[in-house]
């Protein structure tokens, strides 16, 4: 479904709910269990009322750190990596037993960047999730922080919350965050900053004035919510950040009641093949286009993309690897399958079709990438 306003929140079946670390810990890294039990009490009553949840948590890291008695998190990757190890359980068994107070069966999902690249652990994924659901079991997924190496992170929650979004097919993603909502500045440094209840397009502006609004126990800031609204919408799913403070705030969020910020979703869905495209397969290379390519992409809504229109060629990048289409000012136009390797496309950039042959020794196709392959950004 397409979410134009307000009031077509009481319609959204499937939701991803995103919890920070600073919702549902302490600032000594110990669990707050008031919050937690109210999260659990009341995603479950949605869940009686027919809705489909998905719950991405965060606060792993902030659990093995207090259980582990540190002092701070660790600063290398091991070290996070350890107390992530001690953190998971402990989280997942006080969200287990949460929720079985009110008859609700939950099930831990670990991913990491890897379910996202391949097409195929992409659907297993999907697959997943969507069995789950049929079940009537609450997901609650973090990343896999254990055994993920830098390249294969997705980094922070927030984004994770918009690749589940995408994942799962879901109609609203809502974050639940140690602020509450997106406003005009940073409000802790600029007082006069004014809350915004509705953004109908995420433009520069609005990026520039997202800041910084992390806390020292999570990973994220209200950046990485602009990130993750940018995401979602332009999966067609529309998404709200709202404070974890605020009591029952997804619930009355899906009652119609003016509660954070809405970002609204485009008017189409992406495709599940584009949406991995976009964003779940992860980009190994640039190609920045010129203008006249650029002209192409937005009269025509897509095309192909042809040798002759590419200017450079940034990254090292294997044929069938995603890579991102950019204009000359850097800005991200389109992602999509290269047919051509990196080091082939250095020979024929900005070359005519028909050179390729000659150029190469042989030609895969005329496109390096076909407008199927293509998708929109």
């Excluded at 306003?5 to 319609?11: E, I, K, M």
């Excluded at 929650?157 to 109609?171: K, P, R």
């Excluded at 980009?283 to 590419?310: F, K, M, N, Y």
Aim: a negative charge.
């Amino acid at each position: 479904m397409i979410i134009r306003n307000r009031a077509d929140l009481r319609q959204a079946k499937r939701i991803v709910v995103k919890v920070g670390t600073s919702t549902i810990t302490y600032p000594n890294y110990s669990r707050n269990f008031t919050r937690i039990d109210h999260l659990a009490r009341e995603l479950s009553d949605l869940h009686n009322r027919g809705k489909e949840i998905i719950l991405v948590s965060s606060g792993a890291q902030a659990v093995g750190v207090d259980r582990l008695r540190l002092p701070e998190k660790p600063r290398t990757i091991p070290g996070k990596q350890a107390v992530a190890a001690v953190g998971q359980g402990i989280l997942m068994h006080s969200y287990e037993k949460a929720f079985a107070e009110y008859g609700v069966t939950v099930a831990q999902v670990l991913l990491t960047r890897m379910e996202m690249r391949d097409r195929h652990h992409y659907i297993n994924s999907r697959n997943t999730f969507m069995e789950l659901l049929k079940m009537g079991v609450i997901p609650i997924v973090n990343e896999n922080d254990t055994v993920a190496l830098d390249d294969l992170k997705i980094g922070d929650n927030d984004n994770m919350s918009a690749l589940v979004g995408g994942l799962a097919d879901a109609d609203l993603i809502v974050i639940l965050s140690d602020i509450d909502g997106y406003y005009t500045a940073n409000p802790a440094t600029h007082p006069d900053a004014v809350l915004v209840h509705e953004v109908p397009e995420i433009t520069p502006a609005v990026e520039e004035a997202a800041g910084d609004a992390g806390s020292s126990r999570g990973t994220g800031g209200m950046m990485t919510k602009i990130q993750a609204a940018k995401q979602a919408t332009s999966s067609g799913i529309s998404l709200v950040i709202a404070s974890g403070t605020e009591r029952d705030a997804v619930a009355r969020i899906l009652d119609g009641e003016e509660v954070g910020t809405l970002f609204l979703s485009g008017e189409n869905r992406l495709q599940v093949r584009k949406r991995w495209l976009a964003f779940g397969a992860g980009c190994h290379g640039t190609l920045v286009v010129d203008d006249g390519c650029v002209q192409a992409l937005r009269r025509e809504g897509s095309c192909s993309i042809l040798p002759a229109g590419i200017l450079r060629v940034d990254g090292d990048f294997e044929a069938g690897q995603t890579v991102s289409i950019r204009d000359g000012a850097g800005k991200e136009l389109a992602r999509g399958l290269t047919h051509y390797s990196s080091a082939e496309l250095h020979k024929i950039k900005g070359v005519k079709t028909s050179q390729i042959e000659q150029i190469l020794g042989a030609k895969v196709c005329d496109e390096v990438i076909h407008r199927d392959d293509l998708v929109l950004l």
